[in-house]
């Protein structure tokens, strides 16, 4: 292979990665509560990790209960996740997690999930 072929092997190379790198957007990795668990002690706060650092000046998180929207206070980002905390008893039942945010591109991204709250024993 000579040097000419060789650099246009490279730029080549470099110029496509471009793209993919760009538009990479932040995604959901994990939360706790998990997505489908069942969580059986009191329930104080919501944290849900990313791929990125979140942008806390676009990011929400809802929570939603088995009465309707839960009262929650305080959201922050702890290195690459963002952690609400719950105002209060949260009751037993079905809940909906709400969250949106962006990462380094600024792109928006929404996601959602449920768990249930069992009642202590």
Do not use: C
């Not at 650092?53 to 922050?76: A, N, Q």
């Amino acid at each position: 292979m000579n040097i000419k072929h060789l650099a246009f092997t490279l730029m080549l190379t470099a110029l496509l990665a471009v793209p993919v790198a760009l538009s990479a957007h932040m995604k959901f990795e994990k939360s706790e509560p998990a997505p489908g668990s069942t969580v059986t002690s009191p329930l104080k706060s919501i944290q849900i990790w990313f791929s990125e650092v979140p942008d806390t000046k676009v990011s929400t998180v809802e929570v939603v209960g088995p009465s309707g929207p839960v009262k929650t206070m305080g959201l922050h980002a702890m290195g690459k996740s963002l952690m609400i905390m719950i105002d209060g008893t949260a009751a037993a039942g079905g809940y909906t997690v709400r969250w949106q945010s962006a990462g380094d591109d600024g792109h928006l991204q929404k996601g959602d999930y449920t768990f249930t709250l069992q009642a202590a024993k």
